[in-house]
């Protein structure tokens, strides 16, 4: 029982990160995914990378699982039929949402159309009112009356969102009972278990989606679980959440809607890593595939949460990873706006035809064209030759915009690499300045293929100096599975003030959610030692909308002593409030809307074998070609070296690029790049540079 | 240093124009994070824009409100006027009215803060959000029935609220002395207050990064590349003169059947909206300033034309406006303007009507045409305090000439939130009985109109007052090309089986509890003939239960279900 594995399903490939947690040996395998049905390439994947590393099944101790079942569901439409339960006078809510448009000015956009049809949603006369109290209790025959519509409706799902519940789940629950009773086959998702907090909507959206997924996920699971129980019948399976924390396949079936957006959250835990092994607290990361890139801030070596989310138009309220995604990707293409500005992206020239230079047909030009051309990637293309690029055809695609601006080829493909760089930066303030944080205190870490290849321009635009480039930038989220804790939330929606009476209410939500996490832990089997809870409230001034995420207490044993004064408190909010909008009050009221307690159990224990250090420093280039850099109009000449021939110790100088099986890194002139003892790159950007 | 504008590429622009799209962005979610109102915090009802030294328009953060780009423009106008030279590094400007500084109605409030680069004034950032209360005669200083300005609120001419980075506290004490819960408006005061000084931040580091000219220089070319784009989508009207006319139901105090009337000329990339015929300013506050109708007239151009286009000077340079002073869309003091927004939709709704003679596929039916305003105020018996809840509802969106319109959305120069329930009923002593559509409200048609909105609220412990203002409350969202007007709105006083319609405007109406009242907002025209619309669509209508049986045999019997 000594292997732990990692498994990121993508578009494209199944990506595999195995380590034996006993000596710290790791293998990376790779395998085409296959999207009808994502478990024949992992049990495939499975059989393959342990045939090939000679790793009996019977040593796997843990298989940590990156599912994009429900977002595809989510994309495609083709989640199950669900019914809705509201309270009476609220059967439209859903579809009424926040009554606004998508697009102030475009008459022809719209909102999605509602995961349940009007003539499946029924009402029950029943009301709790702000305080929890019963306004109307719902009578037996009404609740027989709505579990008849529902059976008869043929869903196969059914959501139950009641106002108030949060206070008060009493209702929610009769209905579920008697749903039990009488359609056991209908698998129910009650508003105060997927998510029991306020703002009705948000709440009902989060629920519906989370029906809508549940058969979907369960028929995946039960063909995952068995195939992984058939070969390693002793191995754990761990799925991922969008809050960067694994569950357990039996969480996962109840809310499947908690996957949603767990892509992104693995390659932000996984970053999260590098950012320990490498010492760097504070990093922002640059995720760039083929179509679009996500970015993320790492504090204090984790990452940031949040908990308004939107999937494929719908709004969902659950923690996720603070990830905002940008329309910046290799296959992004360059194009005149009706004014005049050139933009790049969001239209994407995607695998196929694909960028110009893959010559599959693709005439337009893309942000891989413009590296190509600029000699900053390699012809040889980059899964290692297999696929040559033709530099002739990104200089035919970018001919014509050259023309029109009277450029140079080079200096138009130049500032189309510029204006990519621009909006990912404007993400990246996004979730840096508009939250308060400096992007100079933190570091750089860009992976995915495309990266590495724009981290530079990125760094310098923010004004920031340094830049980590992971050993495997192609494995990152597949690394971050591996190493992600156990992780349960639970939340107690309540409104108090913050003074002497509010702290006795928080002392008491903190025994009751505590003892909640602690049934959890007992559930998931989690040793006492590896237990960790960490309390939150969500709170503001008296009178605005929007809450403050404050932390309040962490320990591994967390007790009322463990509480700060009432000072203490309100210092910690008045502190979040400076940073997060420049001014705070010490003199006036503030309440707490959402007290959160967040149960971690740790699960990996770090034991990487460090790389051999190299004794003599005589790093060979492979090749020489001309690269331009900052300068459109200047070329250098360029060494290029392969990533697998650079050990810990290793210092290279700029103008180099470095290329490895996954993604190319240009160190710019001036800059210089250390390899660390973990294979990782950290390159020193020019203090001159701007 | 050399502040003399330079030629810019379109690579460079498109990189500086994000960092300045950027800074607005910013500044609106800074804005709407800390402030009080429930109206910013969770209807958005707030903007942003960055102008030049010159007052016009540049930027704007992508969710600002078309309405609120007027008031900007139009404080600009007036500090500029006023203060000419003696504006300072520090300095940040106040105001709200309409007759002496641009504004549109009291409630919004537009803040801006001049940026200076090396001792030289180079831009300003401007905010503007509408906050819950302005004082005057009527809690929320929305409701109807006034007939002079002076009765809607505190009227704020341009003033310094900062000089020299030193904030004037008998300004803000005369500001907080003459509103209702004082407490949060500063607290809006603050955020506004905030906003500004991070615009001037940020904008700084833009300096930095590019240099004075360079920026100045986007400005110029962002305008003029903007007005090039506004020309060339004019320029898709066939030449000729379009007109329309619609009427609003009421100014809620005397007058009744007010026409709206709009002839559009163009030639070539020129156009003439020119507002002739239309009523003259009325008693009741449904008038409007012209800033507010160059913002609705170019809202409807965008909408129709281009919907991308950037909105800012360089649109409203290219668009000729004409309506006489003293009329009902370019009113003269005193004439009270609170819910001018109605008016603004109803423009919107004739410009589009105008346009549909020359582009059909363009634009759509007309849409609830309104901003149905709810206001409910009272004694919180919780706590004994004074409370205010206001509110605009949405309601149908005209249908298009390939699609439905949608149900139950706000329309036009508006997109605001609505206010969660569980929000409502925690903050207000409130409850919320019922929120669905309107049945039968779209209006019928190949495509048919949205529908409207209903929304029943009850005072819990209490007796509350219930202030409102409807339009297309008698003269319904009408239909083209043979699509079937929608249905119009109401308000109706319930109690038990007792149901008493209210005025369309109504004013000071008590809410003894155990009663209700209920709004249902307009739905929206259809579009194209009924008997055109397709088998499967009709059936969907019925058995989604939107349209009653009576109403699909009456309008689409030609649908018959396959047995």
């Keep these: 029982m000594s292997w732990i594995i990692g498994v990121d399903v993508g578009g494209t490939f199944t990506d595999f990160y195995a380590t034996n947690s006993k000596n710290g040996t790791t293998h990376v395998w790779k395998t085409s995914s296959t999207p009808s049905n994502p478990a024949d390439a992992i049990l495939g994947g499975l059989d393959a990378l342990c045939k090939h590393y000679d790793i009996p099944l019977a040593e796997i101790e843990r298989l940590s699982h990156g599912t994009t079942v429900g977002t595809n569901a989510l994309i495609q439409r083709t989640g199950s039929t669900v019914a809705l339960i509201t309270t009476k006078g609220f059967r439209d809510l859903l579809e009424i949402g926040r009554q606004t448009r998508p697009h102030m000015y475009d008459l022809q956009k719209d909102h999605p159309a509602p995961l349940v049809d009007r003539e499946q949603r029924f009402e029950l006369h029943e009301r709790m009112d702000a305080a929890g109290q019963v306004v109307v209790e719902p009578t037996a025959e009404d609740i027989d009356a709505v579990v008849d519509q529902v059976i008869a409706s043929g869903a196969s799902a059914c959501a139950i969102g009641f106002l108030f519940a949060f206070r008060n789940d009493a209702h929610e629950k009769l209905v579920a009972q008697a749903l039990r009773k009488r359609a056991p086959e209908i698998v129910l998702s009650l508003s105060s278990e997927v998510q029991p907090e306020f703002r009705e909507y948000e709440r009902l959206s989060t629920t519906v989606l989370n029906a809508y997924l549940q058969p979907v996920m369960w028929g995946y699971l039960q063909t995952l679980e068995d195939g992984i129980s058939d070969r390693a019948p002793d191995a754990s399976l761990g799925i991922n959440q969008s809050s960067g924390g694994l569950m357990s396949p039996k969480t996962s079936r109840e809310f499947p809607i908690r996957t949603a957006l767990s892509g992104p959250a693995a390659g932000a835990v996984g970053a999260g890593h590098v950012s320990m092994q490498t010492d760097r607290r504070n990093v922002i990361t640059l995720d760039m595939g083929g179509t679009s890139a996500d970015v993320a801030l790492i504090r204090d070596f984790s990452v940031d949460l949040t908990f308004d989310r939107d999937v494929t138009g719908f709004p969902i309220r659950l923690p996720c990873v603070d990830v905002e995604t940008v329309g910046a990707g290799g296959g992004s293409i360059a194009w005149f706006d009706r004014d005049g500005l050139l933009k790049v992206g969001p239209i994407s020239a995607g695998a196929a035809p694909g960028p110009a230079c893959y010559g599959r047909g693709g005439t337009k030009p893309t942000t891989t064209d413009a590296n190509l051309l600029l000699g900053r990637l390699s012809s040889r293309g980059l899964l290692d030759g297999d696929m040559g690029l033709d530099p002739k055809l990104s200089i035919d695609a970018y001919k014509e915009l050259a023309d029109q601006l009277g450029f140079s080829v080079e200096r138009t493909a130049h500032g189309a690499l510029g204006i990519v760089v621009a909006n990912m930066v404007r993400t990246i303030r996004m979730i840096s300045v508009e939250r308060g944080h400096d992007p100079r205190d933190f570091v750089l870490m860009p992976f995915g293929g495309a990266g590495p290849l724009h981290a530079r321009d990125v760094a310098v635009s923010l004004g920031m100096r340094e830049i980590v480039v992971p050993a495997s930038p192609g494995i990152v989220c597949a690394q971050g599975l591996l190493v992600s804790d156990l992780k349960e939330a639970f939340v107690e929606s309540r409104r108090f003030m913050v003074d002497e009476k509010g702290l006795a209410i928080l002392a008491r939500s903190l025994t009751s959610l505590k003892g909640a996490a602690e049934i959890w832990f007992d559930d998931e089997n989690v040793p006492a030692e590896n237990r960790q809870l960490q309390l939150v409230v969500d709170a503001r001034y008296m009178g605005q909308n929007f809450e403050l995420a404050v932390p309040v207490a962490e320990g591994n044993n967390l007790t009322a002593d463990d509480l700060p004064t009432l000072d203490g408190l309100q210092a910690n909010f008045c502190d979040a409030h400076e940073m997060a909008y420049g001014y705070s009050s010490i003199d006036d009221a503030i309440e707490v809307v959402n007290i959160r307690m967040s149960a971690t159990a740790q699960l990996y224990r770090e034991t990487t074998a460090q790389l051999e250090k190299t004794v003599d420093d005589t790093l060979q280039p492979r090749e020489t070609r001309q690269v331009y850099f900052s300068d459109p109009e200047n070329s250098f000449e360029t060494n290029v070296y392969s990533r697998v021939d650079l050990r810990p110790g290793h210092t290279i100088h700029g103008p180099a690029i470095i290329e490895q099986l996954d993604t190319t890194t240009p160190i710019y002139p001036g800059d210089y790049a250390e390899v660390t003892p973990d294979g990782h790159l950290i390159i020193q950007i020019d203090p001159g540079a701007k | ?563």
């Design chain 2, 1 to 563: 240093m050399n502040t003399q504008p330079q030629k810019l590429d379109p690579i460079s622009l498109e990189i500086i124009s994000n960092s300045l799209r950027s800074i607005a962005d910013e500044c609106f979610v800074a804005l709407m994070r800390s402030a009080f109102s429930t109206n910013i915090k969770e209807r958005n009802d707030h903007s942003i824009v960055i102008v030049d030294k010159s007052g016009r328009l540049v930027v704007q953060a992508a969710m600002t409100l078309p309405i609120h780009i007027a008031s900007m423009g139009g404080m600009m106008k007036s500090v500029l006027s006023k203060y000419g030279s003696d504006i300072h590094e520090g300095d940040i400007f106040v105001a709200n009215d309409p007759y002496v500084a641009g504004g549109t109605h009291l409630p919004d409030i537009n803040y801006a803060m001049p940026l200076f680069v090396g001792g030289e004034l180079a831009a300003f950032v401007c905010n503007i959000a509408h906050h819950a209360d302005i004082g005057g005669m009527v809690p929320g200083s929305m409701a109807g029935g006034m007939t002079e300005i002076f009765q809607e609120g505190l009227r704020i001419p341009a003033v310094k609220l900062f000089s020299r980075g030193e904030l004037q506290t008998d300004v803000m004490d005369i500001l907080m002395l003459n509103v209702r819960v004082p407490e949060e408006r500063k607290g809006d005061h603050n955020a506004q207050i905030a906003s500004c000084k991070l615009g001037a931040r940020r904008f700084q580091e833009v300096v930095d990064v590019h240099g004075l000219p360079k920026i100045l220089a986007t400005f110029d070319e962002i305008i003029a590349r903007t007005a090039l784009r506004m020309k060339a989508a004019i320029s898709q009207i066939p030449d000729g003169t379009y007109e329309f006319e619609d009427f609003m139901d009421g100014d809620g105090v005397s007058t009744f059947d007010i026409p709206i009337h709009v002839s559009i000329t163009v030639k070539g990339d020129k156009i003439c909206v020119d507002f002739a015929g239309t009523s003259l300013q009325v008693r009741g506050n449904i008038n409007t300033t012209l800033n507010a109708v160059q913002a609705s007239v170019c809202y409807a151009l965008i909408a129709s034309l281009d919907a991308d286009m950037p909105s800012n000077q360089g649109v409203l340079d290219v668009v000729e406006i004409l309506a006489e002073p003293g009329t009902l869309l370019n009113s003269v003091f005193p004439a009270p303007v609170a819910a001018r927004a109605h008016a603004c939709q109803r423009v919107i709704d004739v410009v589009l009507g105008a346009i549909s003679k020359a582009l059909p596929e363009h634009v759509i039916a007309a849409a609830n045409g309104a901003n149905t305003t709810a206001v409910f105020s009272g004694n919180d018996p919780r706590n004994g305090k004074p409370y205010v809840y206001f509110e605009t509802l949405g309601g149908g969106m005209g249908a298009r000439a390939h699609k439905d319109g949608k149900d139950g959305v706000q329309v036009g120069i508006t997109n605001t939130s609505n206010l969660p329930v569980e929000s409502i009923e925690q903050e207000y002593p409130l409850r919320v009985i019922e929120y669905c559509f309107v049945e039968d409200s779209g209006g019928a048609g190949r495509q048919r109109g949205g529908m409207g909105l209903r929304r029943v609220l009850t005072p819990v412990g209490h007796e509350c007052v219930f202030n409102g203002a409807g339009e297309r409350f008698r003269y319904q969202p009408w239909g083209l090309f043979g699509g079937e007007a929608g249905k119009s709105g109401q308000f109706i006083l319930r109690c038990g089986p007792n149901e008493t319609r209210l005025d369309d405007k109504p004013n000071e109406v008590p809410v003894p509890q155990g009663t209700n009242i209920v709004v249902e907002t307009p739905g929206a025209g259809g579009y194209g003939c009924a008997a055109e619309r397709q088998a499967d669509s009709v059936l969907l209508d019925q058995d989604s239960g939107k349209f009653s049986p009576t109403f699909i045999q009456k309008y689409y019997g030609h649908v018959k279900r396959e047995t």
